[in-house]
């Protein structure tokens, strides 16, 4: 097969994004999705109260990712950590080809594929083997279809949202993003009647408004398709809930703003600052559709890190649009010459050389990343003398518990914040820097071992303390047994 310069760019620009997402697993709530899926597996039945910790035991549990669970289970089975690994790489790649496809055709394949790039760099602190990736994806999916409509205006391209909602409430609860997009067309959809109308521009009114209305009917069935989850009308409440939590605000990390002094953010700074710059210079109109996604994807990036990818895949065929109305490029599609109809065979097969590599190196080395990310040699030697009594872990630490000591040791806390509440992470949190009365805490729970990091607050109060005793300490964490 004979590839021309603009299909070589392209296959090179997709390799090499796929490569960018071959990463160790590292995610703390890898271990419980991990784990949820087993249960679900083993046991037929979907939880809804918490089976895991032995302070919050029998709470209601909204387990609103429970198919993405079985999905990560199931891979695990087949093909273990390697093909977890290679189909979330899939994944995250779908999301932003689906972002590419989007852009202006006269932005393919070098300037959409510039964005791309900038895009991809942008968003990928926050990639990993995690159910958001799938609610990447399927936003991007939405996004396409939604852009497929405007331009051609056939019902059949939004027919299958409502399935895809479906599908999408029992992956995650991020299905909430469907829906707001839907809604976001329709009020763009609205902005340009009202202009039009001011503006005395031809049309009747009527058929401007068949856009919208054909969109509020795929709105008002896909919330209907959404009630069908094992979770019914609370999954409805449940996105709102969770971002009205202090605590998940103020103590999870991936809900902190991207902080724009690490180096890793730099790219995301580059991409706002360059669609706000080409936005000014730009003589080409933006629509008030994807005005208003920039605006409120981007605020949401900007409040919350884990939005970033999401807020990426948005603005990729925007900022394409204005490279675009500024740089041309010629169209022609050129033949390689003959020095190049020898180099690129040998060059893309020197990439895949490379993406196999890391996926190897990955691969292998995830042992070496679960030892330096979690307690691993911590845990191995409470699975080898079987200590006694209720265990107070470290938050993040949770889920890798879940997974390797469940049932035998259930949980303090773990990343479901959800579960445990606001009062109860804000107590934990008094207890693990060892403030207000955190000796009467774990003595009312009944604690008689202690597994957190080494340089901790409550590690530095039990050193002290002549009621505990260090059974075990490595570089990263250390375990205290009551006498």
Known sequence: MRLNLRQVFFLILILGLFLMTLRPIADPDFWWHLRTGQLIVQTHTIPHFDPFSFTNNGKPWVAHEWLSEVFMYSLYRIGGYGLLIFVFSIVICGAFILAYLRSPQESKPYIAGFTLFLGALASAPTWGVRPQMISLLLTSLFLFVLDRFRNTGKFIYIFPLPIITLVWVNLHAGYFLGLAIISIYIAGDLFDLIKNELQKTEGS???????????????????????????????????????????????????FSPDFHLLEWQPLALFFLALIGLGMLSRKSISPTKILLTLC?????????????????????????????????????????????????????????????????????????????FPKAAVDWIEKNQPKGNLFNSYGWGGYLIWRLYPQYPVYIDGRADVYGDKF???????????????????AQFVQLVLVESESGLASALRQSGDWVISYEDQISIIFERK
Request: charge should be neutral; include cysteine; proline fraction near 6%.
């Open 425 to 443: 992470i804000f107590t934990y949190l008094d207890v693990y820097r060892a403030q207000t009365e955190w000796e009467q805490v774990l003595d």
């Open 297 to 373: 994807f981007g605020y949401a990036a900007l409040r919350s890190m884990r939005n970033v990818p999401l807020f990426a895949v948005v603005a990729i065929p925007i900022l394409a649009e204005q490279v675009g109305s500024l740089v041309k490029i010629r169209p022609e599609i050129k033949t390689p010459s003959r020095l190049l109809k020898w180099m690129i065979p040998i060059m893309l097969f020197c990439i895949v050389s490379v993406i196999g590599f890391r996926f190897v190196q990955v691969t292998q080395g995830q042992s070496l990343s679960e030892a330096e990310n």
């Open 205 to 255: 009114a009527i058929s401007n408004l068949k856009s919208p209305l054909i969109l509020s009917a795929v709105l008002g069935v896909s919330v209907l398709t959404a009630i069908a989850n094992p979770n019914g009308f609370n999954i409805l409440l449940y996105p709102f809930q969770t971002l009205n939590s202090p605590a998940m605000q103020q103590f999870i990390q991936e809900w």
